[in-house]
């Protein structure tokens, strides 16, 4: 006997709603989606209103195609190489190999998580699309507090990119939402993720 390929739980939500930490929790190996990012020197990179920057939070700014093709190749042989990305540099400085050791489930988590939900669906690998939601006021200060210890841009930057993500944090559920996620919160999302359906078993 001999299973189907893994399936993959895509695990939203806006930047700073604990998509880690509940990843984390969950006990399933982890796909961390934003290491692929772009580089910041590609130029497909979408602009900031009025060209002061990248907008690091438009999908524009992730690679799609990529993040899929490991998805991929995580649920067909249950390994592959992902980039390792610094976002402080704003650039992959190399690659890491991510290997589901068996496990029929696997989570993929990151801000750009629901724009693969579709695709994931069509292929036929999709167990789970979650959005994590909360207060946008917990959500900014969590947000802040993680990126200003993490180095990840200069100080500026990080107060006013927090103070437009918590003004947009309910759009940006909504968006995410329509694109094929359940909203929930942390305990709910944990619950969904350990009844999530796992491939069924078949004979060669």
Same mark, same amino acid.
């Given at each position: #006997? @001999? @299973?189907?390929?893994?399936? +993959? ?7 700073? @709603?604990?998509?880690?930490? =509940? ?7 982890? !796909?961390?989606? %934003?290491?692929?990012?772009? %580089?910041? %020197? %590609?130029? @497909? !990179? /979408? ?5 002061? *920057?990248?907008?690091?939070d438009a999908p524009g700014s992730w690679n799609a195609d990529a993040a899929l093709a490991a998805i991929s190749a995580l $649920? ?7 980039? +390792? ?14 290997? =589901?050791?068996?496990a029929p489930l696997f989570v993929a988590e990151g801000i750009f998580a629901a724009e693969i939900v579709g695709r994931c669906?069509? =292929? *036929? +690998?999709?167990?789970?699309?979650? $959005?994590?939601?909360?207060? /946008? ?11 200003? &210890? ?5 100080? /500026?930057?990080?107060? &006013? &990119?927090?103070?437009?993500? #918590? ?5 940006? +559920? ?6 094929? $996620?359940? /909203? $929930? *919160? ?7 993720i350990r009844t999530a359906p796992v491939a069924e078993v078949v004979a060669p």
């Amino acid at each position: #006997m @001999s @299973s189907l390929p893994a399936r +993959v739980i895509l695990l939203a939500g806006p930047s700073g @709603s604990g998509k880690s930490s =509940l990843a984390a929790r969950a006990g399933l190996p982890v !796909l961390a989606l %934003d290491d692929f990012y772009k %580089d910041g %020197d %590609d130029p @497909s !990179l /979408p602009p900031l209103p009025g060209g002061s *920057g990248t907008d690091w939070d438009a999908p524009g700014s992730w690679n799609a195609d990529a993040a899929l093709a490991a998805i991929s190749a995580l $649920c067909a042989e249950g390994a592959a190489d992902t980039p +390792v990305y610094d976002i402080a540099a704003s650039a992959a400085t190399g690659t890491a190999r991510l290997d =589901l050791g068996g496990a029929p489930l696997f989570v993929a988590e990151g801000i750009f998580a629901a724009e693969i939900v579709g695709r994931c669906r069509e =292929l *036929g +690998v999709l167990a789970d699309a979650l $959005c994590l939601r909360g207060r /946008p006021s917990t959500t900014a200060r969590r947000r802040f507090l993680r990126d200003l &210890r993490e180095g990840r841009k200069a100080l /500026p930057f990080l107060l &006013r &990119r927090g103070w437009h993500l #918590m003004r947009a944090e309910r759009a940006i +559920v909504a968006r995410q939402v329509t694109l094929g $996620c359940h /909203p $929930c *919160g942390a305990d709910a999302a944990l619950a969904r993720i350990r009844t999530a359906p796992v491939a069924e078993v078949v004979a060669p």
